[in-house]
Protein backbone atom coordinates (compact mmCIF):
# COMPACT_ATOMS: atom_id res chain seq x y z
CA UNK A 1 0.00 0.00 0.00
CA UNK A 2 0.80 3.65 -0.57
CA UNK A 3 2.49 5.79 2.35
CA UNK A 4 0.77 7.86 4.30
CA UNK A 5 -0.58 10.44 2.61
CA UNK A 6 -0.88 14.14 4.19
CA UNK A 7 -3.91 17.21 3.56
CA UNK A 8 -1.10 19.86 4.12
CA UNK A 9 -3.91 22.62 3.35
CA UNK A 10 -5.91 21.39 6.24
CA UNK A 11 -2.99 22.48 8.73
CA UNK A 12 -2.79 26.25 6.87
CA UNK A 13 -6.74 26.51 8.33
CA UNK A 14 -6.11 25.28 11.70
CA UNK A 15 -3.34 27.58 12.12
CA UNK A 16 -4.95 30.53 10.07
CA UNK A 17 -7.90 29.80 12.52
CA UNK A 18 -5.73 30.90 15.73
CA UNK A 19 -5.79 34.49 14.26
CA UNK A 20 -2.32 35.20 15.02
CA UNK A 21 -1.12 39.03 14.23
CA UNK A 22 2.37 40.68 13.76
CA UNK A 23 3.60 42.46 15.46
CA UNK A 24 1.86 41.36 18.01
CA UNK A 25 1.99 43.76 21.27
CA UNK A 26 0.86 46.16 18.41
CA UNK A 27 -1.63 49.31 20.04
CA UNK A 28 -2.77 51.54 17.54
CA UNK A 29 -1.87 55.30 18.62
CA UNK A 30 -4.58 57.35 20.91
CA UNK A 31 -4.94 60.72 20.69
CA UNK A 32 -4.85 63.10 17.65
CA UNK A 33 -1.56 64.48 18.38
CA UNK A 34 0.00 60.82 18.13
CA UNK A 35 -2.47 59.62 15.35
CA UNK A 36 -0.88 62.50 13.32
CA UNK A 37 2.37 61.57 13.82
CA UNK A 38 1.91 58.20 13.27
CA UNK A 39 0.43 58.45 10.17
CA UNK A 40 3.41 60.97 8.72
CA UNK A 41 6.21 58.31 10.33
CA UNK A 42 5.21 56.24 6.57
CA UNK A 43 5.25 57.20 3.25
CA UNK A 44 2.09 56.52 1.51
CA UNK A 45 3.74 53.62 -0.42
CA UNK A 46 4.47 52.06 2.63
CA UNK A 47 0.70 51.87 3.42
CA UNK A 48 -0.37 49.67 0.66
CA UNK A 49 1.45 46.30 0.41
CA UNK A 50 -0.52 43.04 -0.62
CA UNK A 51 1.27 39.89 1.19
CA UNK A 52 2.92 37.59 -0.85
CA UNK A 53 2.14 34.49 0.95
CA UNK A 54 -0.82 33.13 0.08
CA UNK A 55 -3.07 32.23 1.51
CA UNK A 56 -1.22 34.10 4.36
CA UNK A 57 -0.25 33.02 8.04
CA UNK A 58 -0.27 35.69 9.78
CA UNK A 59 -2.53 39.08 9.69
CA UNK A 60 -0.44 42.30 9.79
CA UNK A 61 -1.96 44.65 12.80
CA UNK A 62 -2.32 47.29 10.49
CA UNK A 63 -3.72 46.30 7.20
CA UNK A 64 -1.68 47.54 4.08
CA UNK A 65 1.40 48.63 6.08
CA UNK A 66 4.46 47.27 3.88
CA UNK A 67 6.18 46.96 7.21
CA UNK A 68 3.69 44.91 9.19
CA UNK A 69 2.42 42.70 5.88
CA UNK A 70 6.55 42.32 5.17
CA UNK A 71 7.16 40.47 8.70
CA UNK A 72 3.92 38.43 8.06
CA UNK A 73 5.57 37.30 4.90
CA UNK A 74 8.90 36.47 6.71
CA UNK A 75 7.73 35.07 9.48
CA UNK A 76 4.91 32.96 8.14
CA UNK A 77 7.09 31.19 5.44
CA UNK A 78 9.29 30.38 8.25
CA UNK A 79 6.04 28.37 10.03
CA UNK A 80 5.01 27.07 6.37
CA UNK A 81 8.33 25.32 6.05
CA UNK A 82 8.54 24.26 9.26
CA UNK A 83 5.34 22.70 8.85
CA UNK A 84 5.51 21.28 5.77
CA UNK A 85 8.92 20.06 5.82
CA UNK A 86 8.48 17.95 9.17
CA UNK A 87 5.04 16.49 7.48
CA UNK A 88 7.22 15.26 4.92
CA UNK A 89 9.74 13.87 7.67
CA UNK A 90 7.61 12.14 9.55
CA UNK A 91 6.15 10.62 6.35
CA UNK A 92 9.40 9.24 5.36
CA UNK A 93 9.79 8.18 9.24
CA UNK A 94 6.27 5.92 8.73
CA UNK A 95 7.28 4.49 5.48
CA UNK A 96 10.90 3.18 7.10
CA UNK A 97 8.06 1.77 10.14
CA UNK A 98 6.16 0.16 7.46
CA UNK A 99 9.53 -1.66 5.97
CA UNK A 100 10.48 -3.04 9.80
CA UNK A 101 7.03 -4.04 11.96
CA UNK A 102 5.84 -7.09 12.27
CA UNK A 103 3.24 -8.63 14.36
CA UNK A 104 4.41 -11.35 16.98
CA UNK A 105 3.26 -13.85 19.60
CA UNK A 106 0.11 -14.72 17.75
CA UNK A 107 -1.55 -17.55 19.57
CA UNK A 108 -3.40 -19.06 16.48
CA UNK A 109 -6.08 -21.58 17.11
CA UNK A 110 -8.13 -23.48 13.58
CA UNK A 111 -8.74 -20.25 11.61
CA UNK A 112 -8.42 -17.34 14.14
CA UNK A 113 -5.34 -15.36 15.12
CA UNK A 114 -5.06 -14.01 18.86
CA UNK A 115 -2.47 -10.93 19.17
CA UNK A 116 -2.71 -9.06 22.29
CA UNK A 117 -1.32 -4.97 23.21
CA UNK A 118 2.44 -5.20 22.09
CA UNK A 119 2.14 -8.30 19.37
CA UNK A 120 2.42 -4.98 16.94
CA UNK A 121 6.37 -4.65 17.04
CA UNK A 122 8.40 -1.58 15.11
CA UNK A 123 10.66 1.00 15.96
CA UNK A 124 9.80 4.20 17.68
CA UNK A 125 9.67 7.35 15.17
CA UNK A 126 11.63 9.94 16.78
CA UNK A 127 15.34 8.99 15.66
CA UNK A 128 14.13 8.84 12.03
CA UNK A 129 11.85 12.17 12.53
CA UNK A 130 14.77 13.85 13.35
CA UNK A 131 17.32 12.61 10.76
CA UNK A 132 15.14 12.76 8.14
CA UNK A 133 17.49 14.53 5.00
CA UNK A 134 14.53 17.25 4.82
CA UNK A 135 15.80 18.36 8.41
CA UNK A 136 18.76 16.20 9.68
CA UNK A 137 20.68 19.85 9.13
CA UNK A 138 18.75 22.06 11.16
CA UNK A 139 19.83 23.85 14.10
CA UNK A 140 19.02 26.74 16.23
CA UNK A 141 15.69 27.74 17.24
CA UNK A 142 14.60 25.49 14.19
CA UNK A 143 16.18 22.76 15.12
CA UNK A 144 14.29 22.74 18.59
CA UNK A 145 10.90 23.07 16.81
CA UNK A 146 11.94 19.94 14.88
CA UNK A 147 12.89 17.84 17.99
CA UNK A 148 9.59 19.05 20.18
CA UNK A 149 7.16 17.45 16.83
CA UNK A 150 9.37 14.50 16.60
CA UNK A 151 9.15 13.48 20.03
CA UNK A 152 5.32 14.36 20.22
CA UNK A 153 4.62 12.58 17.19
CA UNK A 154 6.92 9.44 17.86
CA UNK A 155 4.98 9.51 21.78
CA UNK A 156 1.63 9.48 20.55
CA UNK A 157 2.69 6.65 17.49
CA UNK A 158 3.45 4.77 19.90
CA UNK A 159 0.85 4.37 22.74
CA UNK A 160 -0.91 3.75 19.47
CA UNK A 161 0.79 0.72 18.28
CA UNK A 162 1.68 -0.40 21.88
CA UNK A 163 -2.11 -1.15 22.40
CA UNK A 164 -2.64 -2.74 19.22
CA UNK A 165 -4.49 -6.21 19.26
CA UNK A 166 -5.30 -9.08 16.95
CA UNK A 167 -8.83 -9.98 18.52
CA UNK A 168 -9.26 -13.07 16.52
CA UNK A 169 -9.50 -12.45 13.43
CA UNK A 170 -10.25 -15.38 10.60
CA UNK A 171 -7.10 -15.23 9.12
CA UNK A 172 -5.99 -19.01 8.51
CA UNK A 173 -8.77 -20.90 7.07
CA UNK A 174 -6.35 -23.62 6.38
CA UNK A 175 -5.81 -24.40 9.60
CA UNK A 176 -9.66 -25.43 10.60
CA UNK A 177 -9.07 -29.07 8.77
CA UNK A 178 -5.25 -29.43 8.09
CA UNK A 179 -4.24 -32.52 6.76
CA UNK A 180 -1.50 -33.37 8.31
CA UNK A 181 0.63 -33.21 11.98
CA UNK A 182 1.78 -30.00 11.46
CA UNK A 183 1.02 -26.97 9.85
CA UNK A 184 3.79 -25.57 8.01
CA UNK A 185 4.13 -21.54 7.98
CA UNK A 186 1.04 -20.39 6.14
CA UNK A 187 0.66 -16.45 5.26
CA UNK A 188 -2.27 -14.78 6.68
CA UNK A 189 -5.69 -13.72 4.48
CA UNK A 190 -4.62 -10.40 3.93
CA UNK A 191 -6.74 -7.80 5.94
CA UNK A 192 -6.93 -4.10 6.87
CA UNK A 193 -4.74 -3.18 9.74
CA UNK A 194 -8.30 -1.14 10.76
CA UNK A 195 -9.55 -4.53 12.03
CA UNK A 196 -6.63 -4.76 14.69
CA UNK A 197 -8.38 -2.66 17.02
CA UNK A 198 -5.84 -0.49 19.70
CA UNK A 199 -7.19 0.71 22.89
CA UNK A 200 -5.23 3.81 22.35
CA UNK A 201 -6.69 4.84 19.14
CA UNK A 202 -7.19 8.30 20.31
CA UNK A 203 -3.60 9.39 20.62
CA UNK A 204 -3.48 9.66 17.43
CA UNK A 205 -7.25 10.41 15.59
CA UNK A 206 -7.36 13.61 18.03
CA UNK A 207 -5.10 15.78 16.99
CA UNK A 208 -5.33 17.40 20.75
CA UNK A 209 -3.43 14.93 22.10
CA UNK A 210 -0.35 15.04 19.69
CA UNK A 211 -0.14 19.00 19.81
CA UNK A 212 -0.24 19.33 23.65
CA UNK A 213 3.01 15.98 23.63
CA UNK A 214 4.42 18.78 21.21
CA UNK A 215 4.21 21.35 23.67
CA UNK A 216 5.17 19.72 26.22
CA UNK A 217 8.61 18.85 24.91
CA UNK A 218 9.50 21.96 23.32
CA UNK A 219 12.11 23.96 24.87
CA UNK A 220 11.05 26.33 27.70
CA UNK A 221 13.00 29.42 26.65
CA UNK A 222 10.96 29.38 23.12
CA UNK A 223 7.65 28.66 24.92
CA UNK A 224 8.55 31.79 27.46
CA UNK A 225 9.23 34.28 24.72
CA UNK A 226 6.11 33.33 22.62
CA UNK A 227 3.10 34.98 24.55
CA UNK A 228 0.81 34.36 21.73
CA UNK A 229 1.46 30.67 21.47
CA UNK A 230 2.71 30.47 18.05
CA UNK A 231 4.40 27.49 18.56
CA UNK A 232 0.94 26.18 19.66
CA UNK A 233 -1.01 27.15 16.44
CA UNK A 234 1.69 25.43 14.54
CA UNK A 235 1.98 22.24 16.44
CA UNK A 236 -1.84 21.87 15.94
CA UNK A 237 -1.66 22.28 12.63
CA UNK A 238 0.87 19.65 12.36
CA UNK A 239 -1.09 17.17 14.27
CA UNK A 240 -4.29 17.97 11.92
CA UNK A 241 -2.49 17.35 8.82
CA UNK A 242 -0.90 13.87 10.90
CA UNK A 243 -4.00 12.72 12.63
CA UNK A 244 -5.95 12.98 8.99
CA UNK A 245 -3.87 11.22 7.74
CA UNK A 246 -3.34 8.25 9.97
CA UNK A 247 -6.96 8.22 9.72
CA UNK A 248 -7.05 7.73 5.79
CA UNK A 249 -4.43 5.28 6.29
CA UNK A 250 -5.22 2.85 8.68
CA UNK A 251 -7.54 1.10 6.49
CA UNK A 252 -6.33 0.98 3.55
CA UNK A 253 -3.19 -0.63 5.11
CA UNK A 254 -3.44 -4.29 4.33
CA UNK A 255 -1.79 -6.74 6.72
CA UNK A 256 0.07 -9.78 4.92
CA UNK A 257 2.41 -12.37 4.65
CA UNK A 258 1.95 -12.91 8.60
CA UNK A 259 3.24 -16.74 8.63
CA UNK A 260 1.07 -18.95 10.89
CA UNK A 261 1.83 -22.34 11.72
CA UNK A 262 1.01 -25.44 14.77
CA UNK A 263 0.10 -28.44 15.84
CA UNK A 264 -2.42 -30.53 15.17
CA UNK A 265 -3.01 -32.68 18.33
CA UNK A 266 -6.10 -34.42 16.82
CA UNK A 267 -4.25 -36.05 13.66
CA UNK A 268 -4.01 -39.16 13.88
CA UNK A 269 -4.73 -41.45 10.33
CA UNK A 270 -6.51 -43.30 8.98
CA UNK A 271 -9.48 -42.76 11.61
CA UNK A 272 -8.85 -38.58 11.93
CA UNK A 273 -6.68 -37.73 8.73
CA UNK A 274 -7.42 -33.58 9.75
CA UNK A 275 -8.01 -31.67 12.60
CA UNK A 276 -7.63 -28.35 13.53
CA UNK A 277 -4.18 -26.21 14.54
CA UNK A 278 -4.25 -25.77 18.42
CA UNK A 279 -1.92 -23.51 20.31
CA UNK A 280 -0.04 -22.74 16.95
CA UNK A 281 1.97 -19.14 16.44
CA UNK A 282 3.82 -17.04 14.10
CA UNK A 283 7.09 -16.63 12.45
CA UNK A 284 7.83 -12.66 13.44
CA UNK A 285 9.53 -11.40 10.72
CA UNK A 286 9.34 -7.50 9.59
CA UNK A 287 7.22 -7.25 6.13
CA UNK A 288 3.73 -7.63 7.81
CA UNK A 289 3.01 -4.06 6.41
CA UNK A 290 5.57 -3.24 3.80
CA UNK A 291 2.85 -3.20 0.94
Given at each position: MPPMSFIKPAGVAVFASYSLKLPNQFKPPSGQTAQDHYKQAFKSSELSAVPQLMPPWFMPAESGN????????????AFKSIHDDMIDAVGIAHTKWKGLAKFKDLKINAVTALGMPGCLDGPELESDIKNAPICASWSGNKAKYRDAIATGVSKKFKEWQDKVTVPGLPWYPLFAAFPGPM??????????LAACISAAMTSMILPGGMRDAMVDALDGGLKDKDPDKQHKALFDAIATVISVGFVAWLPAQQVIGVLGKGP???????YVPVGPVLMGDNIATPGHLAL
Open positions: KWYVDSCDQVGNAPPTPNVPMPIPSFAPP
